[in-house]
């Protein structure tokens, strides 16, 4: 049985077959969390080191990894719930147990969606 720990999606870019694995278990979050991290490939199925621009990280925060633009770490299970089923499209939080997993996903999101 395949196992990707919260280290393996953290540490490095996860492969192709390791992401579509993590979707077939609807584990988006955590996909989303890995290209925010580390960026996600321009072409499916291309290079793993050819990277989408404005992800990876050299956009994520180096201090602990704390974003200094929002206040997601001073929010509540609920208000993080909330804000994140408003947004379109709203914020995937399946396997999402932990408030620190919920952060993960709201800044995964940010990433994904930046303002214009």
Not at 84 to 98: K, L, N, Y
Request: aromatic content about 4%; glycine content about 8%.
């Amino acid at each position: 049985m395949r196992n990707i720990t919260r280290a393996d999606i953290e540490s490095r870019p996860l492969t192709a077959e390791e992401k579509g694995w993590l979707r077939q278990r609807d584990r988006h979050a955590e996909v989303d969390l890995n290209e925010a991290l580390h960026g996600r490939p321009v072409i499916e199925g291309e290079d793993e080191i050819e990277r989408e621009l404005g992800v990876g990280p050299s956009s994520t925060p180096a201090e602990g990894g704390v974003d200094e633009g929002d206040d997601y770490d001073n929010w509540k299970k609920a208000e993080l719930r909330e804000e994140g089923e408003s947004r379109t499209p709203p914020v995937d939080f399946t396997g999402c147990t932990s408030r620190a997993e919920m952060i993960a996903a709201m800044r995964a999101w940010d990433a994904a969606h930046p303002e214009e």
